[in-house]
């Protein structure tokens, strides 16, 4: 069974799909103006993982993605650059795919765009006047908000303490015009020298929440299973989505609602004005393998928030490498010629000792991510699985003789195996090992014995210091007495 926090109900909820083995899911996708931010990855990453649990379940999924390619951020972009806002939107939607690819993140199953649904947009806007819940002043069109009896469900905010400009979205003319401050514009009379559309109101454009309305329904229906974005989504974007489809089609938009935690970086909101702002391309370009950002973002709970620091990454690089190593098991295997598969099937009793193993790791990561996609719990199985095919990675690196009873070869082949297919639900993929400068004996020694003089008088920041250096060159400190320090190759 499958539990997942429902923002609309604020419970965590047993998932039933509307269809039995067909699930539906829509997911607020980005503004091309840009290249996509920590932000994006923390939401994206998620989702994926969800999705690929629900296929991993044996759920038929329809995920769709849409790309808002008109919005005023595109238009004060493509002016700055003296170019189109078509050439700025499909600029910046291959970035978004160069960025997506390399975090392992599944493509959509449909994609559309704003710009190619304005039939729908429009329709849908006709169906909200047609019932008394949008009107028309010169050319804008605006939705009621006093015709949706249910406004504010989401959010729980009443009407007349709602921010609905908290994305800055809205113009002081538009507030003039408006019946209520909390209306909210489905479609905007055209302006000069910017691209329009036509429409029974005249030339224009559509609103940003009616876009995402209109794309569900022509994607995947009037209802629809789950629909995700960020917490900064909820209001009001999601509110409005939620008013515009119910009183068009008077029907629930949504049956989960399932919203991530906002990035911040070293305990403060991420924004250009604070100067934390961090792109994806710059972070994989600064050094961090896209991997052990993926891995980062999954250590922590996807409801709360995400405090990006330099420690947080390098730890959770250091963490990802013993994984990326132990999925790289086969690989040693196969350059060392080393017999496992042989053995391992002609004696298929052997593996049957192991079953009751694997099966609760197996039922364990299962558990975690059917506990509202708990992703923390679920790489812990994979450090399980990771840890005795890194040691056996580590011990025959430093004795190529080293012998293995065929118990041992079926129990790492069998782990390996396994952390292959968890790993994979997870969207892990193995990375290139790459192999750390080498540093000479004598050199280990004399940083032994500096730390060890260190440590004698109580230098420990300085001691502690050089553990570290000698560990990212591969040299693990083993401490047999106040005097005495070895090492070892990791």
């Known amino acids: 069974m499958i539990k997942l926090f429902n923002s609309l109900t604020k419970n965590i ?87 997506m690819d390399s975090l392992g993140i599944m493509r959509a199953d449909k994609m559309p765009k704003a710009t190619n649904n304005i039939f729908n947009i429009v329709e849908l806007i006709k169906i909200l006047e047609h019932k008394g819940c949008a009107y028309s002043i010169d050319g804008d069109v605006y939705f009621s908000v006093n015709k949706s009896k249910n406004y504010g469900k989401l959010s729980n905010q009443k009407i007349n303490q709602q921010n609905i400009n908290q994305q800055g979205r809205i113009t002081s003319n538009e507030e003039e015009k408006k019946i209520h401050p909390q209306d909210f514009a489905l479609w905007k009379k055209a302006k000069n020298n910017e691209p329009f559309f036509d429409s029974p109101w005249g030339s224009g454009r559509p609103g940003w929440h009616i876009e995402c309305s209109a794309m569900v329904k022509a994607e995947l229906g009037e209802t629809i299973d789950i629909h995700l974005g960020g917490s900064d989504l909820i209001f009001p974007h999601h509110e409005n989505e939620i008013a515009q489809s119910e009183c068009a089609y008077e029907k629930d938009l949504a049956n989960y609602w399932l919203h991530n935690g906002m990035v911040n970086v070293n305990g403060q909101k991420m924004s250009k004005s604070l100067k934390n702002f961090t792109t994806i391309r710059d972070l994989l370009n600064s050094g961090v393998s896209p991997m052990a950002l993926r891995y980062f973002v999954l250590t922590v709970n996807y409801r709360k ?54 099966k609760l790791k197996k039922q364990k990561f299962i558990e975690s991510l059917s506990n509202d996609i708990n992703t923390a719990s679920a790489i812990s199985v994979l450090y399980e699985l990771s840890k005795p095919l890194k040691n056996f990675i580590n011990q025959y690196k430093r004795n190529a003789n080293n012998e293995l009873t065929k118990d041992r070869k079926i129990f790492l082949l069998e782990s390996w195996k396994l952390l292959v297919d968890l790993s994979n639900v997870l969207g892990f993929k193995k990375e290139k090992l790459i192999e750390r400068k080498t540093i000479e004996e004598s050199d280990i020694l004399k940083l032994v014995n500096e730390r060890l003089l260190a440590k004698k008088v109580k230098d420990y920041k300085k001691a502690d210091n050089i553990r570290s250096m000698l560990k990212e060159k591969g040299i693990e400190l083993i401490d047999k007495s106040p005097d005495v320090t070895t090492w070892i190759n990791i």
């Open 305 to 358: 928030p995400l405090d990006f620091t330099d420690e947080a990454i390098k730890s959770s690089s250091e963490a990802w490498k013993n994984i990326n190593m132990a999925l790289s098991f086969f690989d040693l295997i196969k350059e060392s010629n080393i017999l496992f598969e042989e053995e391992v099937d002609d004696d298929p009793h052997l593996i049957k000792n192991h079953k009751n193993i694997f």
């Open 13 to 99: 909820e047993l998932f039933k799909p509307i269809n039995d083995n067909d699930v539906t899911i829509y997911c607020c996708g980005v503004t091309v103006y840009d290249l996509c931010h920590l932000g994006h990855a923390r939401s994206y990453i998620v989702w994926d993982v969800l999705r690929r649990f629900l296929i991993f379940k044996g759920y038929e999924v329809k995920f769709v993605q849409n790309f808002t390619d008109i919005d005023d951020k595109i238009l004060k972009r493509a002016r700055e650059e003296n170019t189109s806002m078509k050439e700025i939107s499909e600029r910046n939607i291959q970035e978004f795919f160069k960025d």
